[in-house]
């Protein structure tokens, strides 16, 4: 999938969980700046596995520290 559908539909995504549009930068991090309790968190992998038809297990949740490390998992996982 290319970078920039990747970052159209993470975009999405951030914003279907609350997280205002001024924001989603990709420095960002997703638990402490943007994603602010547990529920959250997991809303957001939630729509993030629908949306990118991509399986993420526990393991590698501490790969998805901030907006951009989000967008290079995605990168290396969806076809």
Avoid: W
Wanted: proline letters at 1%.
């Amino acid at each position: 999938m290319k970078q920039e559908r990747i970052r159209r539909n993470l975009y999405k995504v951030l914003r279907k969980t609350g997280v205002p549009r001024d924001l989603i930068i990709e420095d960002a991090a997703l638990q402490e700046e943007l994603l602010k309790d547990d529920l959250d968190l997991t809303c957001f992998l939630f729509f993030l596995e629908t949306k990118f038809e991509v399986e993420i297990e526990n393991s590698e949740l501490a790969k998805l520290y901030s907006v951009g490390s989000t967008i290079e998992f995605l990168q290396k996982h969806c076809a």
